[in-house]
């Protein structure tokens, strides 16, 4: 055993200095270590980052590639491969050029180096090349910039215009087809005012002219009668013998008939042409400017010739009040307010005593007709959707839905407002509201 002062006094020194060591080497490696699992995250982190882009790439739909100023393909994504029919490594290193149909060459190349030289975007429509023959495709291409803002390259884009260009097809035809079944309906709508403007018609005509053709029979007997008469006198005989043919014929009530009969075809023939005249009016395309009118007797007219043609029993009764001048074309709304009266009509098919209350008045500027039923009105759940085109509530095959949509449409080309109404009972009850002539 040494003793004390034998031992060499730098001893101790060198003990804690290697001591120091030791604890910087193990802190040098526990750093190191952390570091280690740091950098396995991080490793880690990148390439979940990496699949998640990679997944993205390929699941995109446009041609994504990334090429450098001599137009090498680095890297492909997107539809590339689908299109193509090769990897990303089948083309790493193959020139995009090689790609390009030889008639859209040109355009690709001086596209592509104008976005490169500029640094901005460009866009072009080339084909390239596929195992299906040229496929076209709008290119965007992006200048690759590196730290220093220097291009080295080029981010390219592409969609294919094939899909595109057959959707768009599609929808084109979808959208002929549309127009050609909404002129259809529109057809079918004005047919059924038609039908129903004609069966008013028909039915207006037949009893003036049936009151015409019975008076023609009366006209043909008192003429024959006449003949005879005459046929005797010219053949010289006997002042008795006519006597007792003009009592035999009755000849004096001929002639007095024959004076009505004429008077009976005159009154049917007017009215026949009364009717043809409100008729060419109700049938005015509405064309040339707008006028003054009244609007009592262009709604009058409009309703006369809906009863006329409707089989339901319906009173139709006008409130007195205001008798409003609108300013429009009449034509156009005598189509509303028959719409307005049918569709009433058509609701009070199953009301006992059906009324339909027809009143005007003014409300500053406006002319205002509202048209209101006793039937079973409107549930309140689809009023909004009154004025939708093709919405009806009407069975299969008996409306088209656009009656209300045709004419709310027309009275906003008026500059006016065809709206729901409230109505304090049951039935339902529309408002037209027209301008009346500026500065009247």
Same mark, same amino acid.
């Given at each position: 055993?040494h003793?004390?002062e034998?031992?060499?006094?730098? @001893?101790?020194?060198?003990?804690?200095a290697w001591?120091?060591v030791?604890?910087? #080497?193990?802190?040098?490696?526990?750093?190191?270590?952390?570091?280690?699992?740091?950098?396995?995250?991080k490793?880690?982190?990148?390439?979940?980052?990496r699949?998640? /882009?990679?997944?993205?790439? $390929? $699941?995109v739909?446009?041609?994504?590639?990334?090429?450098?100023?001599?137009?090498?393909?680095?890297?492909?994504?997107g539809?590339?491969?689908?299109l193509?029919?090769?990897?990303?490594?089948?083309?790493s290193?193959?020139s995009?050029?090689?790609?390009?149909?030889?008639?859209?060459?040109?355009i690709?190349?001086?596209?592509?180096?104008?976005a %490169? $030289?500029?640094?901005?975007r460009?866009?072009?429509?080339i084909?390239?090349?596929?195992?299906?023959?040229?496929s076209?495709?709008e290119?965007?291409?992006?200048p690759?910039l590196?730290?220093?803002?220097?291009s080295?390259?080029?981010?390219i884009?592409?969609?294919p /215009?094939?899909?595109?260009?057959?959707?768009?097809s599609?929808?084109?035809s979808?959208?002929?087809?549309?127009?050609e079944?909404?002129?259809?309906l529109?057809?079918?709508e +004005?047919m059924?005012?038609l039908?129903?403007?004609v069966?008013?018609v028909?039915?207006?005509?037949?009893n003036?002219?049936?009151?015409?053709?019975a008076?023609?029979?009366?006209?043909?007997?008192?003429?024959?009668?006449?003949? =005879?008469y005459?046929?005797?006198?010219?053949?010289?005989?006997p002042?008795?013998?006519l %006597?007792?043919?003009?009592?035999?014929?009755?000849?004096?009530?001929?002639?007095?008939?024959?004076?009505?009969?004429?008077?009976?075809? +005159?009154?049917?023939?007017e009215r026949v042409?009364?009717?043809?005249?409100?008729l060419?009016?109700?049938?005015?395309?509405g064309?040339?400017?707008?006028?003054?009118?009244d609007?009592v007797?262009t709604?009058?007219?409009?309703?006369?010739?809906?009863?006329?043609g =409707?089989?339901?029993?319906?009173?139709?009764v @006008?409130?007195?009040g205001d008798a409003?001048?609108?300013y429009g074309?009449?034509?156009?709304v005598q189509?509303?307010?028959?719409?307005? #009266?049918?569709?009433?009509?058509?609701?009070?098919?199953?009301?006992?005593?059906?009324?339909i =209350?027809?009143?005007?008045?003014?409300?500053?500027?406006?002319?205002?007709?509202a048209?209101?039923?006793?039937?079973p009105?409107i549930?309140?759940?689809?009023?909004?959707s009154?004025?939708?085109?093709? @919405?009806?509530?009407?069975?299969v095959g008996?409306?088209?839905g656009?009656?209300?949509?045709?004419?709310? +449409?027309?009275?906003q080309?008026?500059?006016g407002?065809?709206?729901l109404?409230?109505?304090?009972?049951?039935?339902?009850?529309?408002?037209?509201?027209?301008?009346? +002539?500026?500065n009247s």
């Open positions: 055993m003793r004390s034998d031992v060499d006094p730098g @001893f101790e020194f060198s003990d804690n001591a120091k030791l604890e910087a #080497v193990d802190q040098t490696y526990s750093e190191l270590v952390a570091y280690q699992e740091q950098l396995e995250e490793n880690s982190q990148l390439e979940e980052l699949r998640f /882009l990679s997944s993205v790439m $390929s $699941s739909s446009d041609l994504l590639v990334v090429i450098d100023r001599g137009h090498m393909i680095e890297q492909t994504g539809s590339f491969e689908r193509t029919q090769g990897t990303s490594k089948t083309w290193g193959k995009f050029d090689d790609l390009v149909h030889p008639d859209s060459l040109q690709f190349r001086e596209t592509i180096e104008r %490169i $030289s500029t640094h901005e460009a866009m072009v429509e084909d390239i090349v596929t195992v299906d023959g040229a076209p495709l290119l965007s291409i992006a690759r590196n730290e220093r803002g220097k080295v390259g080029a981010v884009v592409g969609r /215009l094939g899909e595109l260009r057959r959707a768009y599609e929808l084109e979808s959208h002929a087809t549309l127009k079944t909404q002129a259809q529109v057809r079918n +004005k059924a005012g039908g129903r403007l069966a008013g028909a039915h207006e005509l037949n003036p002219i049936s009151f015409v053709y008076n023609t029979h009366a006209l043909e007997k008192s003429a024959t009668k006449l003949e =005879t005459f046929n005797a006198v010219t053949e010289g005989a002042r008795e013998d %006597i007792a043919l003009r009592q035999e014929l009755r000849l004096d009530r001929a002639v007095a008939n024959l004076r009505t009969a004429i008077t009976g075809a +005159k009154d049917g023939a042409r009364d009717i043809v005249e409100d060419r009016r109700l049938s005015a395309d064309g040339g400017d707008l006028v003054d009118f609007l007797t709604t009058r007219l409009a309703v006369d010739w809906i009863v006329r =409707t089989k339901t029993p319906v009173s139709i @006008f409130e007195e409003p001048v609108a074309n009449p034509g156009h189509q509303i307010v028959m719409n307005l #009266v049918q569709n009433a009509i058509d609701a009070l098919s199953e009301t006992v005593d059906p009324e =209350t027809l009143t005007h008045r003014i409300e500053g500027d406006w002319a205002v007709l048209v209101c039923d006793n039937g009105g549930p309140e759940d689809i009023q909004p009154v004025f939708d085109p093709f @919405f009806t509530t009407k069975p008996e409306g088209t656009l009656g209300l949509s045709i004419s709310h +449409k027309i009275a080309e008026h500059g407002d065809l709206t109404c409230s109505t304090q009972d049951r039935g339902s009850c529309f408002c037209l509201k027209l301008r009346r +002539k500026p």
